[in-house]
């Protein structure tokens, strides 16, 4: 497995958030310029995993972002190392993320 998540954005609309499984997993959320803004996960509590939680960033955002999904069952894990990984790319956790960081988020080199 990849260590970054770089699949191809997808446009965050009703349409193709019905398309997602139901499944574990994490998600990214990009602005209109393909900045990550937030960093997610569907967990054992998501109603319909990977659905219900973009539907709850669609209905919060609203138009003009994009995301991207990877079916995960170790979902905690790979959550945690997206945001480590992220800021050791950029320097910063996403916008959306800082607000409410992990308590123990570790450090990550993977250059």
Do not use: C
Not at 12 to 29: D, K, M, S
Not at 44 to 54: C, I, K, P, T, V
Not at 73 to 88: D, G, I, P, V
């Amino acid at each position: 497995m990849k260590l970054r998540l770089d699949k191809p954005w997808t446009a965050l609309t009703a349409e193709n958030v019905a398309r997602l499984p139901g499944q574990l997993g994490v998600y990214q959320i990009a602005d209109a310029d393909g900045i990550i803004v937030h960093i997610g996960y569907a967990g054992g509590r998501s109603r319909l995993g990977l659905r219900s939680e973009l539907q709850s960033e669609l209905d919060a955002r609203g138009a003009g972002y994009g995301f991207r999904v990877e079916v995960n069952m170790q979902y905690a894990s790979r959550y945690l190392e997206l945001l480590m990984l992220h800021r050791a790319d950029t320097g910063a956790l996403p916008r959306d993320n800082a607000a409410s960081p992990p308590a123990r988020l570790g450090r990550l080199s993977p250059r």
